[in-house]
């Protein structure tokens, strides 16, 4: 008998949501088979079985939040095999039950009680909206978080997403419906009386503030809380102070528009921020110094070069990582950026392609923003801000001419790199982008 542990699946995780079993009790499970899909604060993971064996118990739903280290399920020897019946982790199903919200059956056994008799009872459901019997309904875990929030039997919703899956829209629907019916229902129906008890009729997560501004508070993806807690902690702790330089851009883009042609054939295409990104590597390169970063009263120096570049989501900001980046051609690098944000965007990373990173790179310049400042990527010591091209007048072997510039704005760790060095490094990156052969060499 062996348990499943929520794993830590990132640097920052410090609690999963069960997207969804892959395998259900009773399955075989062989090493590397994809037993659950875990929502984690930067993606949705696939976690695979270490070894091989039966499925015998899944000790948490899906849609519930998880700590690290709690036990999620037991693989046992046969589909028969009973798992214990404490489980040998109290604490951990405990803290799983307060995180989830929802109390114990009245049966006493809580999680690690259930496995006693064959699966738990809320796991199959007795009929699908579908008519099939025994299958739960397919739903996202947002969907089965707002229908508890909601008080809602999420078996009786039907779904309109693919496949009949069942989506926010649809729980809410069914929310605006359960709302209505009170008024015309018996005051002594059981699910009359639940709505009319509590005062506001929005639910718990999209309660209404009378604040004058009506406002209602929405739901929090982990995503976000880790962006808030990191960033929060990167201010607080990392003081951070800011080096501004413009460069002339002409050369860059010239450069582009010729290493585009040369790769034309390919169907790989070179962005100006693949050019930068490349840039920042070869720069770190001369100044090592800058590739460092201050954790827990200690300096570090790294001794490999690896760039994250930033990709807005629709949950938040996600910071794939290009490892080795100063080794990489500069095809590779605009390749590898484009898969790592795609799948960024979809919630596929892995932990590894999120972590490791020595140097971020943030580009708002498609969004028309002449120049910003970044806030410090923990624990790195520097991040890029990289403002749009647009073109101004600047004095050019003595003539006043209309020429492509770039605003950059480095945002700099004190507490790991002093001020001389960082600008030492920003001005060399800028004579390294102004002169872009030097970016390959």
């Known amino acids: 008998m062996s348990e499943i542990y929520m794993p830590r699946l990132s640097d920052t995780m410090e609690e999963g949501v069960i997207s969804s079993w892959v ?136 779904g309109s997403g693919p496949k009949g899956r069942i989506v926010r829209a649809d729980i809410e629907a069914a929310a605006k419906q359960q709302q209505a019916e009170p008024e015309a229902a018996p005051a002594t ?27 209602s508070e929405l739901q929090v993806s982990n995503v976000r809380k880790v962006i808030a807690r990191r960033l929060t902690q990167s201010k607080q702790e990392a003081p951070h102070f800011y080096l501004r330089r413009t460069i002339d851009a002409e050369a860059l883009k010239a450069f582009r528009a010729q290493i585009n042609t040369q790769l034309e054939e390919t169907g790989t295409k070179v962005s100006f921020n693949d050019l930068i990104v490349k840039a920042c590597a070869t720069t770190l390169r001369t100044h090592p110094e800058v590739n460092r970063s201050w954790v827990d009263e200690k300096l570090l120096q790294h001794g490999r070069i690896n760039v994250g570049v930033a990709v807005a989501v629709e949950a938040g900001l996600i910071v794939p990582v290009l490892h080795d980046t100063d080794k990489m051609a500069l095809s590779e690098i605009a390749e590898r950026s484009r898969e790592l944000a795609g ?48 073109q101004q007048p600047v004095v050019h072997e003595g003539e006043v001419v209309a020429r492509n510039t770039i605003a950059l704005e480095l945002s700099v760790d004190h507490r790991a790199v002093d001020g001389a060095v960082g600008a030492a490094f920003l001005k060399d990156l800028a004579e390294v982008l102004e002169n872009p052969m030097r970016i390959v060499v």
């Open 23 to 158: 395998k259900n009790v009773g399955d075989k499970v062989a090493s590397g088979d994809v037993l659950v899909e875990i929502e984690t604060d930067k993606a949705v993971m696939e976690y695979e079985a270490y070894e091989d064996g039966y499925l015998v118990q899944q000790a948490v739903s899906e849609g519930d939040t998880v700590p690290i280290g709690a036990v999620i399920g037991y693989i046992g020897d046969s589909p028969d095999t009973a798992p214990p019946e404490s489980g040998g982790e109290s604490a951990p199903a405990e803290q799983e039950q307060e995180t989830a919200g929802e109390p114990a059956p009245e049966t006493g056994g809580g999680t690690e009680q259930q496995p006693a008799q064959a699966p738990a009872p809320e796991q199959p459901a007795p009929s699908g909206p579908d008519g099939s019997a025994g299958t739960r309904p397919r739903s996202s875990p947002l969907a089965r978080r707002l229908a508890r929030e909601y008080g809602l039997d999420i078996e009786s919703i039907s």
């Open 343 to 390: 799948r960024a965007r979809e919630g596929k990373l892995k932990p590894q392609e999120m972590s490791g990173g020595t140097f971020s790179v943030s580009n708002l310049g498609m969004y028309g923003m002449d120049s910003f400042s970044a806030v410090i990527n923990p624990p790195e010591a520097a991040i890029l801000a990289v403002g749009a091209m647009k």
């Open 189 to 215: 129906a059981p699910q009359a009386a639940a709505p009319q008890a509590a005062a506001p009729a929005a639910p718990a997560g999209q309660e209404a503030y009378d604040d004058g501004r009506a406002s």
